[in-house]
């Protein structure tokens, strides 16, 4: 291990703000798989290999086996949230997880209380929550927030914390003046700047007690430089937005494959079906905003109509979120791609994805977590763009745009991860063979 | 440019066995690019980038600025079919193309008239032609196609000569003896053995006389000993097999992103329809064969059951080719897949491509003989495994497992071009990136 | 015939206000019919046949051979538009019927100019017209439009008119006070009245002068009383509203069969994607309102779930269109629609349409104009439910609930037929066999 | 009632040959209904309605409050199968049902015992079966099934007894001179004629005891002259073949609406997937072409090239059915429909269903056993094609055409109720609606 990595001892505290359908989803499924009665299937930190060595690898240890994790034995989970609904009544309420594999973990899963939320109507309003702080200003909020995470790091003899964001979308917000720095940014929780989000308190309270902070919804959140200051005063892993989950998670794998052919795209359309607690607060077109601003972005940087105006240049893409009760947390999308090749003949593709939210979303919520705790034993701080390839929408150093290709995302997630442990790095695979062609020659 | 590498002076030949769809589009959208009529949009050597230079790259020409590679106005085409049409008459007929487009072309198409084939119904049951050598042995027939070719590059003042086969799957048929040593091979084309196929006499043609030979269908046709040292002895690239075009395409695209993210796959059903000649001679379940065994590989390489037998140690993967007339050259692939996350719950993709066959073939055929081309003026040859990126079951060298994953073959043609070039060959994108991460630290 | 029925003499005038895309394709294909370029594939009228007789029918006549309808020779085409372009530049723009099928028809379709449109903003935001009749009241654009009747009637020698509109889609309107009767509704036009939108000028114009009006858009125009009394009045038939072409015509089909089985249904989610003027005005919020409200009530009539509440009491139904430029006139519609058996059992059905607006409307305007005319000539007037087979949202007698069912629809439509010619009325199928089976008993 | 009609007293037994996937989700469903722990959604029988007086009907009752039929409290079930296992292990092996509603009711599926079948591998080359009669001749086979049935109306004190079979498709066998008569296939039972299946043993077994038989497989079985003339002679209701579950049903329901509108069809391809017995079963070809041959006839019946050959003469109809161990019972169908309108435009649907196949079998079941019961009852024999709305292929009597479309079969069906109990059969709603139009005017 490098000399400078600090190790796993101890346990990790997981707070999550935020115990709906995806929390309760990650919290049951670690508690199962600790059980064995169920494997975490989907992430990569628990189920992945790495490639090490020459070429194309001489070994492929196992993740969890390669950097010093912290093992799902010594994950203690809590959280906040706007309903009192301990994490079993949350889970068995949200549906995803079958009711039976949630009687074998009942005990464990109604330990798990929420605490109380930091939370405003304005920026979600078809929410109403029942379970809340009552303070004066968001100052205020912010140091009993902190005071929540001293008391659940003492009262489970914590060593560590990590704070991942699975709260609801707030509305779409622009970065003002409030939001440069350090100072103005606290001057505006003592005044309740209408510009500071719930979620904003959230993270300068995890980010000023060093706790890293990682953002799993299209908030701005830990996206301004207040924030990005302040992880850097206090030596303190930030990342985000938006946890990459179905339609966007197709859309990041295949329109790299449609760029690698140049295949020329004139019309990428979206739409979503969900009828979940996230399906409801994106219902409201001030929310939708948000989610909208974090997926569009993603097609232009992978195919740079800039670069390539003859195939990308008349690009028109068009995403929709609909609630649709009916389908509950099992997300639904539907894609149309509107491609061209040889002589600018048309084809299409259609990308019809069954898949459920949660279940995508919580080994995500686990990678991150883990990642960030390991990024901070590492000395690593700031943002951890690293992880980019867990979020739809990455938050980048010093306004870098961003990589939203998975496959260069991976690539550069396993590099890190070498690099921690002072393993080679890996060449493009392609070296070493073109290195054999020649030899044959 | 590389001191060994011989430049691109003079006419370059392209040879194509069978002149039916794929063969009359490659060649009609090369006439309508010279005039400028349309794009040859698809095709990478014409319309692709490559990155050089540090991290991401500080450069980013053209493909056809960076290496020499013959210009589309040295580019003269001909070739064998089983018909006599014309190409103008074959193009019309394979109503791929819109007859005004032919039409604008008419003379240059027409002034491009098939020799006699090397055929025999044996090996396609579902095809039956008329304009076919008559000779004693398959080593006469041979002897004929050398012929052909130096003819062709006679009266053409032809400098160099590469043959791209775009003729009809063959029956499935397996290694033997006879394919074990050059002379074992001349032994059986002089006995006509049967498990000499057709299209292994014009790569023993070709290759013989130091003419690149690349295989576009599933036929065994290079990969077998014979033909790799004789491809040895005449110092001449050789590759295949099977152009990578629709749902094969969709599937090396896809499948990494599931990997990627360490999702299981426990079903993979694939269909196709098809109206065209291919879809008339795959209608035979000899020929079908051919095809299925190129096509089924692909998963196990890309997802590596062995390795991770949690995630894809139960993938049933099913491939169906209909012969449906009504679609003609539209090809469509309907997939289901089945895959599983977080405690196994399953989810399912469909992807739904309404392609065009020899529109996503073409810039292929054009490519892999530009490239094969090259090749050999930079001294390349035996199998060229760096072109993978365009072939379902690429031949490799060594009996090497085969690299299907979209991106990393296209990293290999990447690094392989740089390497021609002596330009650095680049690591992976995240190597920079995490070392400005530890700066910022 | 029927001795009332007055026969398909002279000339028939279509007037078509709007010649947008579904007006000129309509026009260019009964053009192209005519010289026997293309088929009418589509119009019940010209290419369906009627079972006449005993039981399943001893009889199967064409309709055009059963009913004195006009023939496509004596049919002449005019119209209104808010843009000054002929018809061939307005098929032209629309870009639905090949190129050279309309230079083949160009002088015909030259000829045809549009009249100067009576056109509002203020009910179609996303159009802005150049060609538009500048009238200061509501009544004056009526006394134009009534001169512009008069004029192409007399101009082209026609012994009767029909109007069909094929305009757009207005924005939503309640029934108010100024639609409940004739007087107060041309108080309303002489004074401007906002509840009056430029469509209903269109049918008071022609309904006073005892010219059929079918109304092809989902707006209000001939569904108010007004309009309905005048119609009595002046023994003119009228009819609407919305051509049931893409989605809701197979929702049409699909539901009656769901309903057949007894398959319950609880959720129903239906996408458009569409890039010609239509899908361009339905981008507006208001404008789509009044589709919106055309489209839902389909459901509801068809699966009664006042009847059937364990079948259809929690059916969610919800239906987004989707300006969506790539597509052009190709209208593309999904469908997911959640289905449950026997014991509740969730099943899932998707619907994929990739349909041409105008190719599935043209034929509707044909029919509709045509059988129209006969039923004037029949004696029949009010309005004319027993078109409700072509129509979305059908407007009833007596405030009657719609038939939805498009076999119900059909059914009535060739009653009516039949009880035109005095034929026998067909008993349902089964009738018949059954007395069959007994008597085998 | 109508006199002749013999009340639902006592018990009815319903024995099934095949007590699989299909036989027990029926069961476990009746049973589940009578216990109020599920509802018998799917089945007509159970929750449909039907208008009965003048015009659009002034009475709406349930049909099992109309007709006489058995009530569910009153079924007995019983059957035979090639394994022992009883109904909860059948059920709980077939997983289509949950485990905790089988769990539920696990005494009562437990108590239901298969009696030993007849079966024979030359017909079903996929399955091999361990609790097999053993005779000398399918006369003796014929012998001891005749046995069987009388036992267990004996022991379960039952009034009537009907079968239904749900066994498998057995291989493709065409009419022989030995189905001729009822002779001429005693003596082949005699000396075991190859061309009597399995499956006629059990009906020649049935019929000849009075005892109703309805086939549910594509099988022959009921459909030769003997049967028929059996059926005849004991006065017994017959019927078949093969339930019309997922992909025909579809089929059934959306080309009569493809038809109503003229719209031409050149292409139909439907494939399917599915992973139980009756998958594995079709995966050999000649147990497949029994099948094919039944979904095939659909089509043309229903569109009538003969008739509109402009509409329908080119139509090309593919079918293929895949095993797909990964769907389970979750069978999926996947249509691509060719169609074209106005001036033969093309336009394309898809149709993706993801059904289950014993959720939509199980009602048909129940529904076609209570019918024949109350058929026999009625004093209705031999073929009963009123039933031809359960059924893919119907059988017909006298050789007449089969009737495909689902909404006509639905008009028979209720036709022949309303004869049944001397309502007023129902002329097509159109009839009344036009003379109120007529009085209107």
Redesign the interface.
Known sequence: MKEQMLPAEGKLGILLPGLGAVAS?TIA?VI??RKEL???????TQ???IELGEGKGDR?PFIKDFVPLAALEDVVFGGWDIYEDNVFQAASHARV?DQ??LNAIRPELEAIKPMKAVFDRNYVKNLDGTFIKQTATKWDAAQELKKDIETFKKENNLSRVVIVWTGSTEKYLEQTAVHETIASFEAGLKNNDAAIAPSMVYAYAAVSMGVPFINGAPNLTTDIPAIVQLA?KT?TPIGGKDFKTGQT??K???A???A?????V??W?S?N?LGNRDGLVLDDEENFKTKEVSKLGVLEDILRPD??P??YGEL?H?I?I?Y????GDNK?S?D?I?I??????P??????????D???A??IVLDLALFADLAQRA????V???LS?YLKSPQT?HGEPA?ND???Q???????LR?MMQEQ???????K??K???K??
């Open positions: 989803t499924g199962a798989s169920a494997k975490p299937i989907g992430s990569f189920t992945g290999h492929y997880l039976h594999l850097h030596k998670l197709m990041t794998i295949v790299p494959g449609l690698a052919r140049s295949l020329g004139n019309g359309f739409t079906i670069l390539h003859d195939l028109y068009k929709r609909n649709y009760p009916p389908h639904e539907w149309n509107d061209f090749g040889w002589l600018n003949y084809m299409q593709i259609k990308i019809n994805f069954l898949c459920r949660s279940i995508l919580a080994p000395g690593m701080y700031g951890q763009d690293w390839f150093q990589e998975i496959f260069k991976l690539n550069t997630l396993k590099q890190v690099g790095t890996q060449e493009a695979p392609a070296v063979r073109t054999v062609t020649e044959v020659i």
